[in-house]
């Protein structure tokens, strides 16, 4: 059983359009997560969700949109997708401890 | 050897040797100091955690090595095995943030 799975694994899109990225947890966790990875492996935090409830957001443009239907989903949306969109973007989750923190497999969107 | 400019600091060790990656860290009002492994296609996996007030913690083949003097963290790993072969992160959590914030990558190569 995956943990924390996400879909789609690989997502090749053209400039400007809209794509969405989902995520769920069979953990039990209370807390969800959206890391960006760029090409140097760089891994940033972009939101947090703690039972449905949006927490952190980080400075994130508008056109990325986290929508939590419940605590065991994460999804993302992006609109009006651009070049600099290209990443790989993983989900994660965690409990009570949050510095131990679960991750899916992650999405590569590559935008063309 | 380490590597500069686009490409990830990359350490090569000799498989059954010790291996020692090593990160410099910024925040002093961190409260955690975390280590992560991600293997390739794969998101990053917790491997050991040390809390601010400790320098030293050992978990199955690997210590994590903590100087607040001088902001420096540290993971060896003993006996270096094919499976180790991963890009290893440093990463903080302070309680103030609820969140965890991730430092360069260090590529670690085993060598047959």
């Known amino acids: 059983d995956t943990a924390v799975s996400q879909t789609p694994k690989y997502l090749v899109t053209q400039m400007g359009n809209d794509k969405s990225i989902k995520c769920e947890q069979n953990l039990g966790h209370d807390t969800m997560y959206w890391y960006k990875q760029d090409s140097k492996k760089f891994l940033k935090i972009m939101f947090s969700?703690?039972?449905?409830?949006?927490?952190i957001n980080e400075t994130v443009p508008n056109r990325f949109s986290p929508k939590s239907p419940d605590k065991a989903h994460l999804n993302l949306h992006i609109n009006s997708l651009e070049l600099g969109d290209s990443a790989v973007y993983f989900c994660?989750?965690?409990?009570?401890?949050?510095?131990?923190?679960?991750f899916g497999e992650g999405s590569r969107l590559t935008v063309l | 050897g380490e590597s500069v400019g686009l490409h990830l600091p990359t350490l090569s060790v000799q498989e059954g040797d010790n291996s020692i990656i090593n990160c410099a860290y910024s925040n002093s009002a961190s409260d955690y100091f975390i280590w992560y492994k991600q293997e390739s296609g794969k998101g990053p996996q917790f491997i050991i955690d040390i809390r601010s007030n400790m320098d030293k913690r050992q978990g199955q083949r690997v210590t994590v090595l903590l100087n607040k003097t001088v902001k420096h963290l540290s993971l060896q790993i003993a006996a270096t095995q094919p499976g180790d072969s991963a890009v290893y992160f440093c990463?903080?959590?302070?309680?103030?943030?609820?969140?965890?914030?991730f430092g360069k990558g260090t590529r670690l190569h085993i060598l047959p």
């Open positions: 969700y703690n039972n449905k409830e949006l927490i």
């Open positions: 994660a989750s965690s409990a009570g401890q949050v510095r131990e923190l679960f």
């Open positions: 990463a903080e959590n302070s309680h103030r943030d609820d969140k965890i914030i």
